[in-house]
């Protein structure tokens, strides 16, 4: 069998597929296999009505074969073999950006409001209160699942912020943003730019708990988590922004753009430029996209290096 109707098969998805001329085959044996049980002495006539009933059975023979198999019966097939892309169980591929048509789904509109005094409360923490703030919160319901928060890594006084979307699993496991095979490419890309975590760069996300089953978090659980990214941005005073995510974008900006609209331009947030870019876990599958990722980053870097008072905190 050829090399790819292996791959079909493995895949589940053999049933799917025909090779060409194989639903012409199918009515011929049929019509072959009807005439030869049909009786000599029928005669022509008979003949062509055998030959008729033959058809109608090749076609519908040819048909099951292209008939995809229905949930049920493919959840009884024999298990088949992981795919090649299937990252590791190590690797924490949870938060990357949707496909295109997906993207430019709606950020839900805030209807949960956190109460001003807790927003003002939240203001006047330094970072040691902050950070136990964070550790403590019981907010909103993400508090019960979760092993650790994940409040931030890096330098208190750097000129780069750069912010995602929400922790997962690994991330949840140590209570530190952008670690596994995602981190390690965002390094890569801090080098690139004669950047290095925690030196100048300070790593922080939209939400500090992770979401069940790295769901995508609910506006109120977004609500209330960001007092918190708030005072950080507040306390780091960075120079630039750069928002790794559709979902940190989307979050950062209240907007319900895509992200191949909101990349190429400078924002604003709390007062700082702020850059869109894909999220690091999301480049690891769509390779094709590192260079719009650079030039994005290139982009970054011209904006801090224009910034008013850079070097001076």
Known sequence: MPLNEIALEE????????RKGARGAAVEDGVREVAARAPSGQGAAGQEAAAQQAGMQGSAAAQALTTPTTPHLAATAAPTAPSLSEPSPD????????????????FAANDTPVPVAARVDV???DWDALSERVASCTA????????????????????????GEAPGEN???LGEPFVG?????LDNMLRALSLARGENVYIANVIKCRPPGNRNP???????????????VQLVKPKI??????????????TGDSIASLRGRVHEYEGVPVIVTYHPAYLLRSLHDKSKAWTDLCLARDTWRAAPGRGEQ
């Open 11 to 18: 895949l589940g998805l053999a049933p799917r597929w025909v």
């Open 91 to 106: 690797d924490d591929f949870a938060w990357f950006d949707a496909p295109a048509a997906a993207e430019a789904a709606p």
């Open 123 to 125: 203001a006047t923490l």
């Open 140 to 163: 909103c319901r993400l508090c019960e699942r979760r092993t650790n928060t994940v409040f931030g890594v890096g330098d208190r006084a750097a000129e780069w912020m750069l912010i």
């Open 171 to 173: 991330e949840d496991r």
């Open 181 to 185: 095979q995602a981190g390690k490419l």
């Open 218 to 232: 609910e506006p109120d659980e977004v609500a209330r988590c960001e007092p918190y990214l708030q005072r950080q």
């Open 241 to 254: 922004i750069v928002a790794l995510g559709r979902f940190a974008a989307q979050s950062l900006l209240k």
